[in-house]
């Protein structure tokens, strides 16, 4: 890759919504064929990243070529290379999938002599053959993302921008939905997506965390997971606040991270302190309903990396 | 400018309106009902007021004085009474609306030049029908008194023609009978025709909220061909109103229509053009569709109910208002309909008008297209 040129690449790119700075000084190279993975908590600037590249926004400051254009002077010209599905994708709910996908067509001058093979193509490959004459309204959402998906890709774009395209879709549409931007990644589309959901950071071949407007973390979703300090301990409790911060004073514990009822706990050795800690709770009367070994997801280390920041940041407000 | 853009625009716009019926209704049905419904509700044409009379003359004059007054369509005799508390009576229990009061000395004071006793007794919290009672009752006395005089002179051996007395008619041209509906439904047109401008506002504003404007923006679609796009299917749905509303207006009101029908078309279309414009800028300054409707309210439906002329004329305006008046596509568009409908001129005399609404067309499309940003926020 060394010897390629970066098909997105952002230089200080800034964006400021009145007192908000949503994105923040991002420098960013993506090369052409990549998967990149856009993750972060809600409102850490991963939208507006997305549509300052797909130059639906202008730019505060700094700025960024796609595709050897500049996004500042030459947004037009870049239209036409990418594809971009919003975050709250629309379509036009009276049309007909097919109507749907060449009126997109004909907005990208697709050549009128390929659009029918290249229709059913899509068609097939989004699974929606079938329901072509169905209007967009009367679609299951997972269709709808799937028509929305085909409708970007009407016009063969070389880079794709997809702004959270399974949030709110069924585990199954998910897979699905996943197997096709695979398939495109195979076939050497630059795929730039964002996702709330980490089990689909991990099927990116690069990751990108976002935080307040920042790119904190940039790399491979091993890497990413290697950064997580030490091991992990599952744990079910009955009453999560007080098991928590009892945990906490533990010996070797290193961080606690809490998800609904079950308490996610880092150890410096799992061997050693899960006895401990079961031994812990039985002394001090909680009850403990499971405590087991596991495998740290890119969640734990997103999650760890963040709390890292936010106290790292905290001391050096005090100091 | 991509024709090929231009066409898949158009074509998708259209077949949302065919397929919304919310939309279809607000384009192709509220235009004739409102029509419909201001006619009826703000020309209601003044006839057949129930009125009293008290005669304290009772001579022969009297008499045919009552018979003139009431005889027409305009003042129906309820009944004769004897006294001014039963005059009081009948106004208070709504069963007249004014009372014509005679004088004891009625035919004398004629006879003898002396003036004239009469009185009309109105209901003041009925402003506008008392208005119309003391109108055509003066109106009547006047012309009575006159023939009265002229048959006195004669009497006394003086022609008529060596008096030549003036004698003022007042002929109201194109409308005889001055029926204010015959006046105001070619002028409320253009208001109702709005209705397809206030859509296009909101067809904006629906695509802003539900997300569709941006996945448009990120195509290489023109801002041009865009908003063009948007505006030429509304165009088409407002001819279909500008087809239906002389015939309806025929039909339901007699209003006649006296001049070119394909002048007429011709002329509807700029007009329409020119206030989608207007419709075009509101949409491109509002993000909401709540937003469009309050903007399109202030910009096209108010003003056009005041600055263009239809119920206030433009001549007792104040300057800066006078001025604004121009701006509005409705203002010489009325001048336009009225025309057409009744005094059945052509582009002889129209062309000035026909050359404002062009220039607005022009005018606000283009500010339309010049703010229309290809982003967001
Ligand atoms: N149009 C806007 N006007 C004002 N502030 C905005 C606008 N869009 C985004 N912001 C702010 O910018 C910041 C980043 O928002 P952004 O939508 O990019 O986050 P996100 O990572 O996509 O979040 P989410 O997971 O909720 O989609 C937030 O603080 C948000 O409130
Ligand atoms: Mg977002």
């Known amino acids: ?319 | 400018m991509s024709l090929r853009h231009l066409r898949a625009i158009v074509r998708k716009e259209v077949q949302h309106i065919m397929r919304d019926r919310a939309t279809l209704i607000l384009v192709l049905v509220t235009p004739t009902a409102m029509l419909f419904l201001m006619a009826f509700a703000l020309a209601v044409d003044i006839k057949h007021v129930p009125i009293a009379v008290l005669d304290y003359d009772r001579t022969p004059t009297s008499r045919s004085l009552i018979r003139r007054v009431t005889e027409g369509n305009d003042l129906d005799l309820y009944t004769e009474v004897g006294s001014l508390d039963e005059v009081n009576r009948l106004l208070v229990g709504g069963d007249v609306k004014a009372a014509m009061v005679i004088g004891a000395a009625f035919e004398d004071d004629l006879m003898s030049l002396r003036g004239m006793p009469l009185q009309v007794v109105i209901d003041g919290t009925e402003p506008k029908t008392g208005g119309f009672v003391v109108e055509r009752v003066g109106g009547q006395a006047e012309a009575f008194v006159g023939e009265v005089l002229a048959r006195q002179i004669q009497v006394h051996g003086v022609s008529l023609d060596s008096l030549q007395p003036i004698d003022l008619r007042v002929r109201a041209l194109y409308n005889p009978a001055l029926k204010p509906r015959v006046d105001m439904v070619p002028g409320l047109i253009s208001m109702v025709l709005g209705f397809p401008a206030l859509s296009v506002a909101l067809t904006l504003a629906h695509e802003r909220e539900h997300g569709t404007l941006e996945q448009v923006l990120v195509t290489p679609v023109g801002r041009v061909e865009f908003l063009l796009g948007k505006m030429i299917p509304y165009v088409i749905v407002g001819l279909v109103n500008v087809i239906v509303i002389p015939m309806v207006a025929r039909a339901t009101f007699h209003i006649p229509f006296n001049g070119s029908f394909p002048l007429f078309f011709l002329l509807s279309a700029l007009f329409l053009f020119a206030i989608l414009g207007v419709g075009m800028v509101v949409g491109v300054f509002t993000r909401t569709q709540p937003a469009a409707l309050a903007l399109s309210f202030l910009v096209i439906f108010f003003p056009g109910f005041f600055l263009t002329g239809i119920f206030f004329p433009i001549v007792s305006m104040p300057e800066v208002m006078r001025v604004e008046s121009l701006g509005m596509p409705g203002t010489h568009y009325a001048v336009i309909t009225r025309g057409l409908f009744l005094t059945g001129v052509g582009l002889d005399v129209l062309w000035p008008y026909a050359i404002m609404l062009v220039g607005l067309c022009v005018g606000f499309t283009a500010i339309a297209v010049f703010f229309f940003r290809k982003k967001l926020g």
């Open chain 1, 1 to 319: 890759m060394a010897d390629t040129v970066p098909i997105i690449e952002t230089h200080a790119l800034t964006r400021d919504f009145k007192a908000t700075r949503a994105v923040d000084s991002l420098e960013l190279s993506i090369w052409p064929g990549e998967l990149f993975g856009l993750v972060g908590p809600d409102g850490a600037g991963k939208t507006t990243t997305l549509r300052l590249l797909a130059g639906l926004l202008d730019i505060t400051s700094g700025g960024a070529e796609l595709a050897g254009y500049d996004l500042a002077r030459q947004a037009e010209k870049i239209k036409r290379k990418i594809g971009y599905m919003a975050q709250r994708f629309s379509l036009y709910s009276e049309l007909s999938v097919v109507e749907n996908l060449s009126f997109f067509a004909e907005l990208y001058d697709v050549d009128p002599s390929v659009l029918q093979e290249r229709t059913e193509q899509l068609l097939a490959f989004a699974d929606l053959t079938e329901f072509r004459s169905r209007r967009a309204a009367h679609l299951s959402g997972g269709m709808q993302k799937k028509l929305a998906l085909a409708c970007t890709l009407i016009h063969r774009p070389q880079i794709l921008l997809l702004d959270e395209p399974t949030t709110g879709v069924d585990p199954v549409s998910r897979r699905e939905f996943w197997d096709i931007l695979g398939n495109l990644h195979l076939e050497g589309t630059t795929i730039v997506v964002s996702t709330p959901y980490m089990d689909e950071a991990d099927r990116c071949s690069r990751v990108g965390l976002m935080y307040e407007g920042r790119m904190i973390v940039c790399a491979d979703p091993q890497s990413i997971r290697a950064q997580i300090q030490g091991e992990l301990i599952e744990l079910h409790t009955e009453d999560w606040q007080m098991a928590s911060a009892f945990v906490e004073t533990l010996p070797g514990v290193l961080e606690v991270q809490i998800y609904g009822e079950s308490l996610h706990v880092f150890v410096d050795s799992a061997d050693e302190r899960l006895p401990a800690i079961e031994a812990a709770f039985r002394d001090q009367g909680l009850v403990l309903r499971e405590a087991r070994r596991a495998t740290a997801r890119m969640e734990e280390a997103f999650i760890s990396l963040v709390t890292r920041l936010d106290t790292a940041r905290r001391l050096e407000k005090e100091t």
